[in-house]
């Protein structure tokens, strides 16, 4: 390559000074090349290591949006949302840059740092290897011939002086020989510079190239386009919808604050507006101080959150999961402001057998605090005076209907639907259908349990053989008479409670949110999850660990079921039950959660109900007694108004499913 400065070898022998300065000038050289290519390695390596870390954060970047389906979000746990779905796609993408990057750091690797390194391990080591071998030769050199030069002629014998000068040869010739290599290394050193600085950066470049260009395959389809098309449109969307929301959100607070400046106030003051109190509430919560004493002597009022459930003065201190009854608020219980206290706006609160000291922040809030209280006493006087009305005039119907029968079964039946119907009458009211006064059950029963009541409910030795039957049906056991319809649904039961009536999705809310309060009252949070086993003739609980009957219903005894309106994890069915044939049926409804959804429970009963009635009228017709036939086929006609009330009907909202099929007793 012309251009290039060289140590000419033919001038390695005479050693002349002229030689010896270009030597020294091309060890300079040497010396900062290899500073240089020492420095230009070191950024290699963070280029490389650099990619390496890319692609493990990349990699790393891509589990953790996979990991985003097994978190447990309280807001956000529908297992198949949009948000899942486009992560996981984006985390496969990502698997695939991830392989680009590992394959790329393994190009660079290869094409730009094993150059390098090898200059200088080898190259550069060999150089300066060299340059110590050569210092040495040229000093052995000068000792032997100045050694030679000192020989004298009257001292030294001829055989001295053939010795010094065989040393003198030997040290010329290595030292000629070393110059000889050292130069030609150094001359060398001049093209590998090139070589060294210039291979590496080619390398890197490769394989970006090479990376991009493989990049551009996988990464750049119309499959992928699409996607990303699809996610910046669904993000500009949702920006825009956010841009609304925090507008409609200002302007909200901006109203909330005009109309909440009177409540900054402790006190409003003279020159605001008077705001007069709401004496029609049924209902209260706020923050009160509560007063109590320690051994009888020590006053201390405490801040703590007051508000009415029900009946219930509840209280709940600050930090408190759950709230504790305070006061019962029956019909004895009465308020009154207290006036010879150190504080203002101070009332009481009695009920016969305790009372309660709270102050409110000023006489607004006080006088509130008394008419609810005041109001929730009169309202549970009234609905015990109207459940009491009610219950005497459907006894007295219930009387009514049961002469007339007596005397015609055709008149019987006109007669019991206009009496039913008979606009005069009291109608239903949420009290009166709960049984406030029973207790409420907040587990299943257990196995011993489960089976002393299996035997209590055992039938007459004439039906023993239908009980095994519907057994072995449910149980898939028996293969001659499979069950023609069978689902298994994961549930929690939550509590049940006896009603008065056997349908009505109104009843079954007040139910569930009865039952609810009650769990939230005495700090009952722990439930245990059970199978419920639907098929077209029961309804069973069963434990999950080993499979025992924890509740067992015929599916002809499910008069109603619904889901919750605001909550369709929750689940409410009505059943009936009769100690003996001759007394008057009972009905409990029965709280269970289910998860994700309770619609597929509802949608299966319906299906076991309809399958059930199917089953039922193919009996029905192949039976030779006419008077069963028409009981079934035409309802109308049908003797008991109990058998008409066990007729199924169509519920009032679509996930509320009936079926209240007629009990083999009346059908039979």
């Not at 807001?75 to 496969?92: C, I």
């Not at 709940?316 to 504080?343: F, W």
């Amino acid at each position: 390559m012309p251009g290039l400065e060289k140590i000419h070898l033919e001038d390695a022998l005479e050693d002349n000074p002229q030689t010896r300065s270009m030597v020294s000038l091309f060890e300079q050289d040497a010396d900062l090349l290899r500073e240089y290519v020492e420095v230009l390695r070191s950024h290699c390596e963070k280029v490389l290591n650099a990619q390496k870390e890319l692609a493990s954060a990349t990699s790393s970047l891509s589990q953790h949006l996979r990991a985003y389906e097994n978190q447990r979000f309280p807001l956000d746990t529908d297992p198949d949302s949009v948000l899942k779905t486009t992560l996981k796609e984006f985390a496969d993408t990502l698997d695939e840059v991830s392989s680009l990057q590992q394959v790329c750091a393994a190009q660079l690797g290869d094409g730009m740092l094993y150059p390098i390194n090898r200059f200088i391990d080898a190259d550069l080591s060999d150089i300066f290897t060299m340059m110590e071998i050569f210092a040495s030769a040229s000093n052995e050199m000068e000792q032997s011939v100045t050694k030679f030069c000192k020989c004298s002629k009257k001292r030294d014998s001829e055989k001295v002086r053939q010795e010094v000068n065989e040393e003198v040869y030997m040290a010329t010739k290595k030292y000629h020989q070393t110059a000889l290599h050292y130069y030609a290394s150094m001359n060398a050193l001049q093209y590998k510079r090139k070589i060294a600085l210039l291979e590496p950066i080619l390398g890197y470049l490769h394989a970006i190239r090479s990376t991009f260009s493989v990049g551009q395959e996988t990464v750049n389809t119309p499959e992928l386009e699409t996607f990303l098309t699809n996610i910046g449109t669904s993000i500009q969307g949702v920006q825009t919808e956010m841009g609304l929301e925090t507008q409609k959100t200002v302007e909200l607070i901006d109203t909330i604050e005009q109309q909440s400046k009177h409540l900054y106030y402790a006190e409003p003051p003279s020159d605001m507006p008077y705001i007069p109190p709401n004496t029609g509430l049924s209902q209260k919560n706020g923050y009160l101080f509560l007063k109590t004493k320690f051994a009888g002597m020590v006053t201390k009022w405490e801040h703590v959150f007051v508000y009415t459930l029900g009946s219930k003065l509840m209280t709940m201190s600050k930090g408190d999961l759950a709230g504790s009854v305070l006061l019962e608020l029956d019909k004895t219980a009465t308020t009154v402001p207290l006036e010879n206290e150190d504080r203002r706006n101070v009332f009481q609160v009695t009920n016969g057998k305790k009372s309660v000291v709270l102050q409110a922040l000023n006489a607004r809030e006080r006088d509130e605090w008394i008419s609810s209280i005041h109001n929730i006493a009169k309202d549970i006087v009234a609905n015990r005076s109207l459940t009491r009305q009610c219950s005497k005039d459907r006894s007295s119907r219930q009387n009514t209907v049961e002469k007339s029968l007596s005397a015609s079964s055709n008149t019987s039946s006109t007669e019991g639907d206009a009496k039913l119907n008979n606009p005069a009458s009291s109608p239903s009211t949420p009290v009166e259908n709960l049984l406030l006064e029973t207790p409420i059950q907040f587990d299943l029963f257990s196995p011993a349990e489960d089976r002393e009541r299996s035997q209590s409910m055992d039938p007459p030795e004439d039906s023993t053989s239908d009980k095994k039957s519907v057994l072995s049906d449910d149980s898939g056991q028996d293969n001659s008479n499979p069950s023609p319809f069978w689902e298994v649904f994961a549930v929690r039961f939550l509590g049940s409670m006896q009603v008065q009536k056997d349908r009505g999705d109104y009843l079954v809310y007040q139910t569930i949110r009865h039952i609810m309060a009650a769990r939230a009252i005495h700090n009952i949070f722990k439930t245990n999850e059970s199978h419920m086993v639907i098929t077209h003739r029961t309804l069973k609980i069963l434990d999950p660990s080993h499979q025992a009957i924890r509740a067992y219903y015929l599916l002809e005894d499910v008069s109603f079921w619904t889901t919750h309106k605001e909550n369709n994890r929750l689940l409410g069915f009505i059943t009936r039950s009769k100690i003996d044939p001759e007394s008057k049926p009972s009905f409990h409804c029965h709280v269970f959660e289910a998860q994700p959804s309770a619609d597929e429970i509802c949608t299966a009963l319906s299906k076991a109900a309809n399958i059930a009635l199917s089953v039922l009228l193919e009996k029905t017709l192949n039976s030779t007694e006419d008077q069963n036939l028409d009981s079934v086929a035409d309802p109308k006609n049908s003797s008991s108004p109990e058998q008409n009330e066990n007729i199924p009907r169509e519920p009032d909202k679509e996930k509320s499913k009936d079926a209240d099929l007629p009990e083999p007793s009346d059908a039979i």
